[in-house]
């Protein structure tokens, strides 16, 4: 069983940055791929950007230029890095990794951009 543990939210304000953590219990290098989804209040659930284990990056069209998804396969942790936020950013922010046909999540963490 795999564990995926978020951390790294908080409240910023606008035009702020934040780096958003996610430790995998397992080793990563063996996910086909990792990535971040956020789900805003009355909102469902939306691709934020992945990471494959090859290093291919995807980003959600809203996001591009502002957030980096990175990982680490020493620290089995993947990164959110997120920067010139907006209150629009405001969400929890959930890593999740794919494998054989399988998914798992981690439980979340909370970004609120705010002034």
């Known amino acids: 069983q795999v564990q995926l543990v978020e951390s790294g939210g908080g409240l910023v304000q606008p035009g702020g940055s934040q780096r958003l953590s996610c430790a995998s219990s397992?080793?990563?290098?063996?996910?086909?791929?990792m990535g971040w989804y956020r789900q805003a209040p009355g909102k469902q659930r939306e691709l934020v950007a992945t990471?494959?284990?090859?290093?291919?990056?995807n980003y959600a069209d809203s996001v591009k230029g502002r957030f980096t998804i990175s990982r680490d396969n020493a620290k089995n942790t993947v990164y959110l890095q997120i920067d010139s936020l907006k209150p629009e950013d405001t969400a929890v922010y959930y890593c999740?990794?794919?494998?054989?046909?399988?998914?798992?999540w981690g439980q979340g963490t909370q970004v609120t951009v705010s002034s």
């Open positions: 990471i494959t284990s090859g290093g291919t990056t």
């Open positions: 999740n990794a794919g494998r054989g046909g399988y998914v798992w």
């Open positions: 397992g080793r990563i290098d063996r996910f086909y791929a």
